[in-house]
């Protein structure tokens, strides 16, 4: 494309051409996160907003969406924390190009505090790397799941925590997106992809009705496509699960990403004026402008891991 944000009537297009060459701003009314005040303690504390990033089939690009929206979160001045919930196939430390010297199995065995496990990079983004050995935190005693819920609740400074879940509908999966503020489905134009995106949905409305899902068509082409794409997805959604699922934007196809995940570099970092860089930057915008995703009843990481580990 000559000018890959002008071919179409799209919002979000036309956003990107006020952004391409220049610094991300986010708008005013979206500067500061609000702060409620938990009625079991007369201390405020940060409302961190938790969103779950995840897919109906793997090689979609969910955990590279995770890390880059979460540097284009922190760049904004946001705490951000990215806990890797892939527990059999942790990948998040792989598209960061580090080396994680422990992870939550340490934490859950006792040998470390979770905040020592934290991994915290040069571009402001924290991130939590998944415990190898364990396929899902419901087996896990209830000695070591009050272990997980006591260190948590340690950490009230994040205004974001992003949770990046293994692809598939797995009870592990759902589990992860059910507490959660905000769900993001990531998908692609690909037709499995579309298909396994209505799927995923699917399982998480047969749980619970009430969720905000959210739509990010990765890879598009076009915007056109990125728009039909996610029309597509919304309108069957709706017709046949009675649910409305909103359309978050897209990511154009940029040769840019494949390059940087090479390089075990974000594309975010690596290539900020690239195309799917100026994308992330709509869609960050889109995400903290949102307020409807929080539960003022259930504010925090902490009751986010009580629902997840089911305790009290």
């Known amino acids: 494309m000559n000018n890959f944000a002008g ?9 990107l051409r006020k952004m391409v060459g220049k610094s991300f701003e986010s708008p005013k009314p979206f500067d500061k996160e609000p702060e409620y005040e938990l009625q079991s303690s007369e201390e405020k504390i940060k409302n961190t ?5 995840t897919s109906g089939k793997g090689g979609v690009g969910k955990t590279s969406m995770s890390v880059n929206l979460g540097l284009a979160l922190a760049s904004q001045n946001k705490k951000v924390l990215l806990f ?5 196939l942790a990948n998040i430390n792989v598209v960061l190009g580090v080396v994680p010297k422990y992870n939550l199995y340490h934490v859950i065995k006792g040998h470390k505090k979770l905040k020592d496990i934290i991994i915290q990079t040069p571009e402001g983004l924290d991130i939590i790397a998944g415990a190898s050995g364990y396929s899902s935190l419901a087996n896990l005693s209830e000695k070591e799941r009050n272990k997980i819920v006591v260190e948590v609740d340690q950490l009230k400074e994040y205004d ?12 592990n999966v759902i589990g992860f997106t059910l507490p959660a503020d905000e769900i993001l ?3 692609t134009p690909e037709p499995t992809s579309i298909t396994d995106a209505y799927g995923i949905i699917k399982s998480i409305v047969l749980e ?5 899902i959210k739509l ?8 056109l496509e990125g728009r039909k794409v996610a029309e597509r997805v919304v309108n069957i959604s709706n017709q046949f699960l009675n649910v ?17 995940i090479r390089k075990q570099k974000p594309f975010y970092s690596l290539y900020p004026k690239s195309k799917a860089s100026s994308c992330l930057n709509v869609i960050a915008a889109r995400l903290m402008g949102d307020k409807n995703g929080f539960d003022k009843k259930n504010v925090g990481i902490g009751a986010f891991f009580r629902k997840i580990l089911k305790t009290n």
Do not use: H, W
């Open 208 to 212: 619970a009705s009430d969720k905000c």
């Open 7 to 15: 071919d179409i009537r799209y919002d979000q297009a036309a956003g």
């Open 160 to 171: 974001y925590l992003l949770i990046d879940t293994g692809a598939g509908v797995s009870s």
């Open 49 to 53: 907003k938790i969103i779950t990033i």
């Open 244 to 260: 409305k699922v909103e359309n978050c934007g897209f990511i154009y196809d940029d040769e840019m990403v494949p390059k940087s």
């Open 216 to 223: 990010l068509v990765n890879r598009a082409a076009t915007s």
């Open 84 to 88: 890797d919930a892939d527990l059999g």
């Open 185 to 187: 489905v990531i998908t």
